[in-house]
């Protein structure tokens, strides 16, 4: 994976460096003390991880991660702790509370190619009849048809397949509709992804699988009219 840093310390940047040179799998082609002097990088290279400082001067990181319209996977760094809810609400693959050691890096990085390979698979012709869902410690497989609905929880989503069964994951909302077919499911809400095919009535503000009501958000209220 290709991957920047963006840190306003040079010695946190030396840190980052020194632990992602003996991570294979990671290759760390720049790194910047000024956020603004990554953006020109980020628009004219490859770029599938960031590692990103919170507290920086000019701008957080977390306003930083908000103002890219199509970000990379982002791994948040700060000494700083309070942070940690609103990072996960980006969808960060993870936080990094300095100072860190090379095996809580590594933990970090492998989590992110986790997700970059789960990503690449997604974008393959052929839609997938079964995804595997990591629930605690286990590796849970799930049939698409066996899905109802899908729903952000703070640091976990949970996937709703019957009245009593229910997986939760740490796989982000956002990372769970590219993992499903696009025909088959829907998001009507920040909090919620559908399965089209469970759904028995729906109106301006809301829609039912059975007797669970689940709410249609102004933002993509439009994405309905395709059920029409």
Request: a negative charge.
């Amino acid at each position: 994976m290709i991957a920047i840093a963006i840190d306003d310390e040079p010695i946190a940047l030396d840190v980052i460096k020194s632990h992602a040179s003996k991570v294979p799998f990671i290759q760390l082609s720049a790194t910047f003390t000024n956020a603004f002097d990554a953006i020109s990088h980020l628009q004219q290279n490859k770029t599938d991880l960031i590692f990103l400082d919170i507290k920086m001067p000019d701008i957080s990181g977390i306003d930083f991660l908000s103002s890219l319209s199509n970000p990379p996977m982002v791994i948040f760094t700060t000494a700083y702790s309070e942070h940690a809810v609103k990072s996960f609400e980006l969808d960060a693959v993870d936080y990094l509370l300095k100072p860190f050691s090379l095996s809580r890096f590594l933990k970090a990085s492998n989590k992110a190619l986790d997700l970059h390979n789960l990503r690449n698979r997604s974008g393959q012709n052929e839609p997938p009849e079964s995804i595997f869902l990591k629930d605690g410690y286990e590796q849970i497989k799930v049939m698409i048809e066996d899905i109802l609905y899908i729903e952000a929880s703070g640091n976990y989503t949970q996937v709703r397949l019957t009245a009593e069964r229910l997986i939760s994951t740490r796989v982000s909302i956002s990372d769970m509709l590219l993992m499903l077919p696009e025909k088959k499911f829907i998001r009507t809400h920040r909090a919620f992804i559908i399965a089209k095919n469970k759904i028995t009535k729906f109106d301006r503000s809301q829609v039912w699988i059975g007797e669970q009501i689940i709410p249609i958000g102004a933002t993509y209220a439009q994405c309905m009219q395709d059920l029409n």
